[in-house]
């Protein structure tokens, strides 16, 4: 053994209590997540039914179906919406809550961060039940006030002209508040000197808004950014509860189309090569969001 194989033994056998300490999370990523990740792109590669001995190896067809597959495209335009809509729609209303909310006093403050959170502990399959009532067209809340405006009630989740939009919604009532909750953190940080300089220039509420608040939170937004963007990449549950990913596949998403591959046509190879593709576009976006956050001033 040479003497820096011997040292590095050495180091680590008087880490090991640290190491100790950080097995178990280290344990169940590699269990949970990288090996049934590494086992998903496997069996993209074959043609797979529930059975394990009836897998066959077929190579990349299963990514040339997927080309020629217009419920695939229809799932992947609708995804690559969803995040185009959502996220900038997340953002836009919770920094302007929390901007909103930051003047207040901390009580003030504790009440509407609980308030806006909720939702997001709820989950989206208790908010998906409210909003079927809410949705609903012949009792719903909704075209019940339309109703009282005189206007017709609306099919929103049968129509291919609402539908995508109806789940947007949903979708944002229990994504801001996350982000209302680090925006405040983040404003709260924020050293009152530099606020105060920019008032004895003259700067009014607006422009110190603009010019200065919004540049200090720059690495905040971005991470608000990459993550919602992870996490609307991922939405089925919303459209599961509401529209089944129609009509029309309007409103469908790859995940929806993965869980509806896999589970309910029993194409798991199929399945597989659709999530390394939303695996594959995720990496792209979020690295993409990575170097833009490097570029921020840390």
């Known amino acids: ?3 820096k194989a011997a040292w590095i033994g050495t180091r680590i056998w008087r880490s090991r209590a640290g190491y100790l300490f950080v097995a178990p999370g280290y344990l169940a990523f590699l269990a949970l997540m990288l090996l049934p990740l590494l086992a998903a792109i496997g069996l993209s590669f074959y043609n797979a039914s529930f059975a394990i001995d009836q897998r066959e190896f077929i190579g990349l067809q299963n990514y040339e179906r997927l080309l020629a597959d217009k419920t695939f495209h229809a799932a992947l335009i609708n995804t690559i919406k969803y995040v185009a809509v959502v996220v900038p729609a997340t953002i836009f209303l919770s920094l302007g809550i929390a901007l909103l909310v930051h003047p207040r006093g901390m009580r003030a403050q504790s009440f509407y961060r609980g308030a ?15 909003w079927l009532w809410i949705f609903n067209p012949t009792y719903g809340l ?3 006030l339309l109703g009282l405006l005189g206007i017709n009630p609306v099919l929103w989740l049968a129509s291919t002209k609402y539908s995508f939009w109806s789940v947007c919604v949903v979708v944002l009532t229990f994504t801001i508040g996350q982000p209302i909750i680090l925006f405040l953190a983040a404003l709260a940080s924020i050293n009152q000197d530099v606020l105060d300089a920019s008032l004895v ?6 422009q110190r808004t603009w010019f200065v608040t919004l ?21 089925w549950e919303t459209i599961y509860m509401l529209t089944q990913g129609g009509p029309s596949q309007a409103s469908t998403s790859l995940v929806f189309l993965i869980y509806q591959t896999a589970f309910i046509a029993g194409r798991y190879g ?4 659709i999530g390394v593709v939303l695996l594959v576009l995720v990496t792209i976006v979020t690295f993409v969001q990575l170097r833009l956050w490097e570029r921020s001033d840390l």
Not at 116 to 130: D, H
Not at 201 to 206: E, H, M, Y
């Open 201 to 206: 220039d003259g700067a009014n509420g607006l």
């Open 215 to 235: 540049p200090l939170l720059r690495p905040i937004i971005l991470f608000v950014v990459a993550t919602q963007t992870i996490g609307v990449f991922q939405i």
């Open 1 to 3: 053994m040479s003497a």
């Open 116 to 130: 806006f959170y909720l939702p997001g502990v709820a989950g989206g399959v208790i908010l998906s039940v409210v």
């Open 270 to 273: 199929k399945a597989s090569a």
């Open 142 to 144: 909704l075209n019940y």
